[in-house]
């Protein structure tokens, strides 16, 4: 039996709870309801999702990506994904759709933050590129420290 490779598209409005459930997969500073709505609706939001193989209203990742038009730089916002779908390489793949599409839609680098103690995480950005630009004490509303990473993005 051959699985089939992931396929990533872009978030509908009938993802919202979906999207809501990977977002119960952080400790904390998790997306509201109402933000989570809005940036669906956002033209300068790109929400990149993977569906689960094993539940049809279930999403195995998302990625958030931000742009603004007075800017060259993106922002992954958010990257999530489901315990159960973690190690199968779904991080790396939105992260390189990210990337593209950013550097498609005109941008020349792309930043996030994320948490010092999510080794994990900055184990997947420094494989993609990303290197740290600064640390963000008591970044996270439980007071922990984050760091930003960015990286140039081909034209």
Known sequence: MTIAAPVIRTARPDDLTALLALEQGFDGDRIARRSMRRLLQRPSALIRVIDSDDDPTALAAAL???TRSNSRMARIYSL???AGS???GLGSLLVDDA???AALGGC????LEVATTNTAAISLYRK???SEQKLLPNYYEDGSNGIRLCRELAP
Do not use: E, K, P
């Not at 020349?108 to 930043?111: A, H, L, P, Q, R």
């Open 108 to 111: 020349t680098g792309i930043c």
């Open 99 to 101: 990337s593209n599409l």
């Open 80 to 82: 999530m994904v489901n």
């Open 86 to 88: 973690r190690g199968r």
């Open 128 to 130: 993609h590129g990303f």
């Open 64 to 66: 958030i990506l931000l």
